[in-house]
């Protein structure tokens, strides 16, 4: 059930022109919020690792947020399942 709903706020078709094209496994807003409940966090190590990499990365905003995803990175790192739409991390 929960799965089905996830695949409903996915997008059917990647937008294009960007690197994230090929990417059709995104962590959405409900993985983060199902993750939310389920209490699924990554460790300390791992989501400082994960920002380490944002901020060398170039589609880093006023670093804070992903140019891509859109997302606050300090708190999209946070989710243990969430990954960089173009795998970084
Ligand atoms: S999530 Fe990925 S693309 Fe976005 S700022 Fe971090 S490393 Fe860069």
Known sequence: MIRY???LLRPA????GC???NNTERYTL???ALDTLRGEYASDEL?????SICQKCEYLIAGTNCR???CFVYLKARYARASCDIHRW
């Open 19 to 21: 690197p994230r094209e």
């Open 68 to 70: 891509l995803c859109g």
């Open 30 to 32: 409900l993985d983060a």
């Open 5 to 7: 709903f996830t695949q």
């Open 13 to 16: 078709q990647p937008c294009g």
């Open 47 to 51: 989501h400082k690792e994960r920002l």
